[in-house]
């Protein structure tokens, strides 16, 4: 039982370069979600998808773009990467109907731009 | 505004011994509370969750209590173990944007359990 997997677990990139963090869960929800943690902080929201299709802007959507060709899949963009990207990204997923259901995560991928 | 905080950035504990983590919130609208678990180098584990119609909700080892008079929910490890070691957070759900809900993370605490 899979559950929301997340490639890669690490990565280093230069400044500018460009990168996908992969999300993909077995569950067949069609709720999705991007979260990145900073140390010591709290989880933001960057973008969510209700389906296949449709995406919106979370908190922090800003140098991300993210879609949802497909139910399982929600990869995650940075075109031009920043060192404010250093960061630990999360992807969630959830089950509907119904608003008051757990999100499920990932293990995280953890990346540095230097 | 919307916020969700923690009284106690750590916590530390004896093996053996009860502990309790709290957490504020500020949205008296939020009807829906989950605590997550999350272990070094891990994602957020659900743990336990409840609703705004409740005041108290068991699980294994684990209690949540929500106070809506003062906005105030917490969670209760009994006979705390070694592997509780974590962080734990609080979320509040809103709603957001009309088609799913908007998860509030507090920053979290930091349990330490000591042998």
């Known amino acids: 039982n899979a559950g929301v997997t997340q490639t890669p677990k690490f990565r280093i990139l230069k400044i500018g370069q460009s990168m996908t963090l992969q999300c993909t869960q077995d569950?067949?929800?069609?709720?999705m979600y991007w979260y990145r943690q900073d140390p010591g902080m709290g989880l933001k929201l960057i973008y969510y998808?209700?389906?296949?299709?449709?995406?919106d802007k979370g908190e922090v959507p800003n140098g991300y773009n993210v879609s949802r060709s497909t139910t399982e899949d929600f990869p995650l963009r940075l075109e031009l990467a920043a060192p404010s990207q250093t960061s630990v990204y999360f992807c969630?997923?959830?089950?509907?109907?119904?608003?008051?259901?757990?999100?499920?995560f990932g293990d995280g991928t953890r990346l540095s731009i230097l | 505004g919307e916020s969700v905080g923690l009284h106690l950035p750590t916590l530390s504990v004896q093996e053996g011994d009860n502990s309790i983590i709290n957490c504020a919130y500020s949205n008296s609208a939020s009807d829906y509370f989950i605590w997550y678990k999350q272990e070094s180098g891990k994602g957020p584990q659900f743990i336990i969750d409840?609703?705004?119609?409740?005041d108290k909700r068991q699980g294994q080892r684990v209690t949540v209590l929500l106070n809506k008079t003062v906005k105030h929910l917490s969670l209760q490890i009994a006979a705390t173990q070694p592997g509780d070691s974590a962080v734990y957070f609080c979320a509040e759900i809103l709603p957001y944007g009309g088609a799913t809900n908007k998860l509030i993370f507090g920053t979290g605490t930091l349990l330490a359990v000591q042998p």
């Open positions: 569950m067949n929800h069609n709720y």
């Open positions: 969630a997923s959830k089950s509907d109907p119904g608003r008051n259901q757990p999100q499920h």
């Open positions: 409840i609703r705004s119609n409740m």
């Open positions: 998808s209700v389906g296949a299709g449709i995406t």
